[in-house]
Every structure is written in C-alpha cells, then in structure tokens.
C-alpha cells in the first residue's frame, strides 16, 4: 500500500485533519494568520470551522450564516484554507448547545479512531479550557494546537487546572501530531497578532476606524449587509430615462 523507504515497523505518518473553531464575529486578520501559520507548521489544509448561534446565552453581533459567508470571502483564493460547516448543519438539526467534544465525536465516526485530528486554540482560549465540556476527553482524543496571543500566557501561567490538564503533552514537534490520533499540545510559536473580533465590533459602532483590520472583501460584505452597527450602503437612485 505504501511505497518509499519507511523503516519497517516505524509509525508511519498519517493524513492530519485541522479544525480551527471560532466564532469569527467577524473573521479578521489574526484568525487568517494563525491559520496561515498553522497550514505552514503542520503542511496540510487547515478547515475554519464558525460555531452555531448559541441558543442558552447571548447570540454574536452577526447571524451564523453572515459569519460563515464571511469566512467565505475572507480565504477566497487561498490555497490550504477552506470552511466546514458542521457545527451550522447539526445545530439546524437540533437547537442543543454545540460543543467541541460533539465535533470530535462526529470526526471520529467519519475519519475512524486511529486518524490524527488537530484542533487550533488561541492562547486565551486554553485559559479557559477547563470550563469546556469533557476536557479530559477532548485532550485526549485529540491533538490541540494553540497560537500564542497577546495578553494570555502560556508556560507557568496557565490556570493551574489547565496546566494539570495539559501536563506532559506539550511538544514543539508538528510531525508529533502524525503518528498519534491525539493527545499532544502543540505551542505554535508565530507573530502575536492584536487583532480581536470584540474591538473590531466596538470600532465599527462607534465610527472609528477598522477596515484594516479585516480582509477588504469582508469589511465590503460587513458594509453591504450593516453588520455591527456600519452604515449600510445605500445605492443612489437609478437616473431618470
Ligand atoms: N489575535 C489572535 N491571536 C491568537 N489567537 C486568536 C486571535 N484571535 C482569535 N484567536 C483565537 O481564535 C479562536 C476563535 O476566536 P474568536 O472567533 O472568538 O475571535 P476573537 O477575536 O477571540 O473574538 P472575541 O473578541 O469576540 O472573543 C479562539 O480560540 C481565539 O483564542
Ligand atoms: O465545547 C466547549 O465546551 C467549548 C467551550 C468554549 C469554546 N468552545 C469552542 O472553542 C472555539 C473558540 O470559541 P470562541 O468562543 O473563542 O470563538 C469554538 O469552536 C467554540 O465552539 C468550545
């Protein structure tokens, strides 16, 4: 099946799948960067993947399918990064909360228990890690990559209960993640990038300045549409025949 020169009895390496879950309200230019970043350090497609409407707690400033329609346009021509849906299509299924231990569970039934699977994190996320639903399960059963940012240190300011539950599966070695299906925790070591998807919403309603810091043709789709509280274009009258 394979060809090559693979020492016998080696772990060969494995098709990796990256999922990089956000609620991308709105997707600006640090999600792109780390993805970019994250597509060079692993050399695989990195799949964006934008989370339901939430139905028990506060819904984001867009719609869902305003956000993911901007994640369309936001990777437009970049190879190695593409949108899935999953967490849309399974909440238009059921109006449960969508968690990450779902998704897991829903891409291991589709790929098998032996695929390596990465999800990607910011930094501040995995402060928060251990509120998420079945953490233990999520780490172990699959690879998490988180991308440093500003304001969230890693190393030994972690949460303590974090740092419990990541201890021992840090590793800076991407190939790591091909020949296990879970388990390690990849420091992605980038730029920081400022960029917050709560500032830009906060610029964009008090008329300050923000287009800079999204791709063009997602500040054009935030304008069209009046995301946010921008002033939606207002198409001068067709002339007089
Ligand atoms: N500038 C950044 N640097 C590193 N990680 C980031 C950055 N922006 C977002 N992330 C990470 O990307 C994931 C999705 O982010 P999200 O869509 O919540 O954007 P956000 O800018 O954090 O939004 P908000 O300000 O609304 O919380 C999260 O894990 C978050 O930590
Ligand atoms: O499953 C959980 O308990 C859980 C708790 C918090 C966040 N998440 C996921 O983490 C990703 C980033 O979340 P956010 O809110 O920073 O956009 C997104 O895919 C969320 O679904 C998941």
Request: proline residues 10%; aromatic residues 6%.
């Amino acid at each position: 099946m394979f060809s090559g020169s693979a020492q016998p009895g080696a772990a060969l390496p494995k098709r990796l799948r990256v999922f990089y879950g956000g609620t991308f309200d709105p997707v600006h230019n640090g999600h792109l960067a780390i993805a970019r970043a994250v597509r060079e350090a692993l050399g695989t497609t990195v799949w964006l993947m934008p989370a339901a409407d939430p139905p028990h707690r506060e819904a984001p400033g867009a719609k869902a399918e305003d956000r993911a329609a901007m994640l369309d346009l936001a990777i437009e021509g970049q190879a190695g990064l593409r949108v899935d849906r999953r967490e849309l299509e399974r909440s238009a299924r059921s109006d449960a909360p969508s968690y990450t231990v779902d998704t897991l569970r829903e891409l291991r039934a589709k790929f098998g228990e032996d695929a390596p699977i990465a999800f990607v994190i910011g930094a501040d996320s995995l402060h928060g890690f251990a509120g998420w639903r079945e953490p233990e399960a999520l780490l172990a059963g699959a690879h998490w990559v988180v991308a440093e940012r500003p304001g969230s240190a890693l190393d030994e300011h972690l949460p303590p209960p974090v740092a419990r539950l990541v201890a021992g599966r840090w590793t800076l070695d991407a190939h790591a993640l091909r020949t296990t299906p879970g388990g390690k925790v990849l420091r992605l070591r980038q730029p920081l990038h400022p960029e917050s998807a709560t500032q830009i919403r906060r610029r964009i309603a008090a008329g300050e300045t923000w287009h800079h810091l999204l791709p063009p043709a997602v500040a054009r789709c935030i304008v069209e549409r009046g995301l946010y509280g921008a002033t939606p274009i207002v198409l001068p009258p067709a002339p007089p025949r």
